[in-house]
């Protein structure tokens, strides 16, 4: 038995003894986590994150301990007294089966309500309002203590990897001057300066910047930042993230770096030998042939285009899109589904795509009997054929097609693409794909406020070749950043940073930020550019995400203890509250209606 584990209340914990352990006299204590009452002996299973141990209350051993066994009930806090035996009927499903503590001593330490759900792990449909408003009685059961220890595991692989790599673990400010470029900042009002506002980071971006500009060539915190978004599924107020920055570097110094660590991470944690160097796909090619900045490659199921096969046809609705600048025509090919899919199931995707933009869908079938199709009317049997071709389908297959704007396009093929792949159970759960998508644009038009904005952020460094179309074709500007994809998911981004205060100003420029913004918002980081500043770069890994993946959890709220829901509201503890009259008149705030 483990002596680290020996305290003034045990001498072992529940999940330790086994068959070598008879004889032995122990201590235990933990929660009840199951009561059999056979009429003359009690069963209890104690519980705590270290597993289950049953302990049995004999009468004819020791009857007094017995009689106070009656009036155990579940989630119990109990210390036990007793001697390891072999158990007659052993438990395989768990490590103690074969043995059991007849109990000859036993204190209620704790005694417990009934709980609102049962503490165990076969009964996952509670609703999740109420695991989280009893967020403590929900981490009690071993799939959520698992998952939390594995958040650990990570971070301690990722601390040591780091540290092995002479980088320095460095903690920024958590109270912050408010730079508001993209999602709103949590403001924290200042007492003792009034009408002044701290923000809560939404990164460390600035900061770890500054810290290069120091001398500090290797930095790296697990650190905590806020964004106040609109509400979207699975997003927290509150989250954590891996954020590095390095000196003296380039692209793939920094792409090295992180693919190392993702090896030993996968290593030690999967025992899954990543194969490196990971793949770099550049952003023109995610979004055409997936449809997505961020696409799943655990299936296939790539967007073809198909413009050449249709030009010429008597389909108005094809040659309109064609006569645009912008226009696309596409498909996907969908194996073996041409006659699994019902007319209704055609409805319902239909229906899917026109909520992304859309105006419809066309289908192809390539059947035993030819090739049909729902606009086949408009089209010649070689044209048919030609798309058939150009598709790589075969008999069986399902080819559905959409027209439009080339962005409506990709974005509603690659979100068609990813309902198809769960509707179709294409995606194997214990498969893992993860690479880099690099080269994205510098700028991102918007439309409604016509104007650039930075796709990533404002310090991110232009290619060094594409300095000149700034002002002239700021569209054409690719940007030295890159993400790290798994699985669908977007676990990192980062990019090379300007180091250059000519530069930086010239992406202020593009951004139609004045002097006065500058000087208000990135003074201080541009009074440090006139001090020497080294080409720099870095990525934040998105630690919630990374570890959510790892343990196979679909929401990021089974990995993070006290979560928010997606509205922003912890209701264990009803957080966001309201504050009495007085904290408000202190802060020199005053509420409206």
């Known amino acids: 038995m483990s002596a680290i584990m020996n305290t003034a209340h045990r001498s072992t914990t529940c999940g330790e003894l086994r068959a070598a352990n008879a004889g032995q006299k122990v201590t235990l204590i933990g929660w009840i986590h199951r009561r059999r009452d056979l009429g003359q002996v009690i069963f209890i299973d104690l519980r705590d994150r270290y597993g289950l141990t049953q302990i049995v209350f004999n009468p004819d051993k020791f009857s007094e301990t017995h009689e106070k066994a009656k009036e155990l009930r579940s989630e119990f806090v109990i210390k036990v007294l007793g001697v390891v035996t072999p158990r007659e009927s052993v438990n395989k499903n768990i490590p103690t089966g074969e043995i059991e503590v007849i109990a000859e001593s036993l204190t209620i330490m704790s005694r417990a309500k009934t709980p609102p759900f049962e503490i165990n792990d076969e009964n996952l449909k509670v609703d999740e309002d109420l695991r989280l408003e009893y967020r403590y009685l929900d981490l009690r059961r071993s799939y959520m203590q698992e998952t939390l220890v594995l958040r650990h595991r990570l971070a301690q692989i990722v601390r040591n990897y780091f540290t092995e790599n002479q980088f320095v673990e460095v903690e920024t400010p958590v109270l912050m001057k408010s730079t508001p470029e993209g999602a709103r900042d949590y403001l924290v009002p200042s007492r003792v300066h009034a009408g ?31 964004r106040d978004e609109d509400l979207r599924a699975d997003r927290q107020p509150e989250f954590t993230q891996v954020d590095v920055e390095m000196s003296f570097v380039e692209r793939e110094d920094v792409l090295g770096m992180i693919e190392r660590l993702m090896f030993k991470i996968f290593k030690e944690l999967k025992g899954i030998d990543l194969t490196m160097p990971l793949r770099r796909m550049p952003y023109s090619e995610a979004m055409r042939v997936y449809g997505s900045d961020k696409p799943d490659l655990r299936f ?17 609705v094809f040659n309109d899109v064609l006569d645009q600048k912008d226009g696309a025509i596409a498909l996907l090919c969908v194996e073996s589904q041409a006659s699994s899919f019902s007319r209704k199931k055609i409805d319902e995707l239909t229906e899917f795509v026109k909520n992304h933009g859309l105006l419809g869908l066309a289908t192809v079938k390539v059947e035993a009997t030819g090739i049909t199709s729902s606009i086949g009317k408009f089209f010649t049997e070689d044209k048919l054929r030609r798309m058939v071709e150009v598709a790589g389908a075969k008999e069986g297959d399902l080819l559905l097609i959409a027209a439009g704007k080339e962005k409506i396009v990709q974005s509603a093929l690659g979100a068609l693409r990813l309902k198809l792949a769960e509707d179709l159970k294409l995606i194997r759960d214990d498969a893992y794909a993860m690479f880099w998508v690099v080269d994205f644009p510098l700028f991102e038009y918007d439309e409604e406020e016509k104007r650039w904005n930075a796709m990533h952020h404002p310090f ?43 530069v930086q100003n010239k992406m202020f420029d593009a951004l139609g930020l004045t002097q006065e913004d500058r000087d208000t918002k990135f003074g201080f980081l541009l009074r440090a550019f006139e001090y020497g500043v080294p080409p720099h770069g870095g990525i934040a890994l998105g630690f919630d995400r990374l570890t959510a993946i790892l343990a196979g959890r679909k929401s990021i709220r089974d990995v993070i203890a006290f979560p928010k829901t997606n509205s922003a509201v912890s209701l264990m503890d009803q957080s966001p509250s309201p504050v ?11 509420t409206t209606e």
């Open 580 to 590: 009495d009259a007085r904290q408000l008149k202190e802060l020199h705030i005053r």
């Open 196 to 226: 002044k506002f701290y923000a809560l980071p939404q990164s460390p971006q600035i900061y770890k910047q500054l810290l290069m500009v120091s001398g500090m060539d290797r930095y790296f915190q697990i650190v905590k930042c806020f």
């Open 460 to 502: 991110t460094s232009p290619f060094d070749e594409d300095l000149s179309k700034m002002d002239s074709e700021p569209g054409a500007v690719r940007a030295k950043a890159y993400d790290l994809v798994l699985n669908g998911s977007e676990v990192g981004g980062g990019s090379i940073r300007i180091h250059s205060r000519d």
């Open 300 to 316: 296939g199921m790539p967007i073809t285009y198909i413009e050449d096969c249709v030009r010429g046809s008597e389909f108005k």
